[in-house]
């Protein structure tokens, strides 16, 4: 591939989030608060699973790559968009912007495949509670650590190979903090319809069958916990579900909101 097909362009302009330049103080303090609280939070959880040998155990094992996860997914957008708005240097090179788009694709499907696995395991301890420890044994755990990273790499290398072919040869300007991908294929002035049905038939693998599987998970958790016939069974069973709901009702809410923000953009 020579230079010429790649690009003629050698940088991208983010312009970053749409807000008066009076109140550039007042957000930037509000996004580094909570991007180090991201980050220091999950470092704690990461820590707390490591000392204590208590939480040496599946659930907790996929938490820890949940976390570890979720502090590399907040590092790949948020440092870039507070140097914009505390340098106002809104350039990013060709490069450096598709690689932010390979780990934001990466980081994103994999955090959707770990909170599948997280389903699975509730399911195995409520639903099979006596073969808990075999069926989800430490190879398996492994397995299903490894399984998600592998799917979400290839996704994630797919979408980059296919956009690194194309051309970019006069707007350079994305109207958002992040090298988005739907942004930059906007932005191409090659034929991105290859793009585009890689997009659809991906993003199926990557969402659908996670949302499928939780569903199934929980339904079959719901079934389970109405057999169970004492109120505090029930609130035993909903209490090793809850935190994982919080998760995914809170990943979900993300999403609807960046479509949103998508739609109205």
Known sequence: MTVENQSSVSEFLLLGIPIQPEQQGVFFALF???????????????????????????????????????????????????VIMQTK????????????????????????????????????AICHP????TIMSQSVCVTLVLGSWVIACACALLHTLLLARLSFCADNTIPYFFCDLAALLKLSCSDTSLNQLVIFTAGLTAIMPPFVCILVSYGHIGATILRVPSAKGICKALSTCGS??????????????????ETIA
Request: charged letters at 10%; one cysteine or more.
């Open 130 to 133: 006596l073969h808990y420890t």
């Open 32 to 82: 580094l608060g909570m991007y180090l609280t991201t980050v220091l939070g999950n470092l704690l959880i990461l820590l707390l699973i490591r000392l204590d040998s208590r939480l040496h155990n599946p659930m907790y094992f996929f938490l820890s790559h949940l976390a570890l996860t979720d502090i590399t997914f907040s590092s790949v957008t948020v440092p870039k968009m507070l």
């Open 89 to 124: 240097r809104k350039s990013i090179p060709y490069a450096g912007c598709l690689s932010q788009t390979c780990f934001f694709i990466l980081l994103a499907d994999l955090d959707s495949f770990l909170i599948t696995t997280m389903a699975y395991d509730r399911y195995v």
């Open 244 to 261: 994982h709901l919080s998760v995914v009702n809170f990943l979900l809410s993300l999403n609807v909101n960046g479509e949103d923000q």
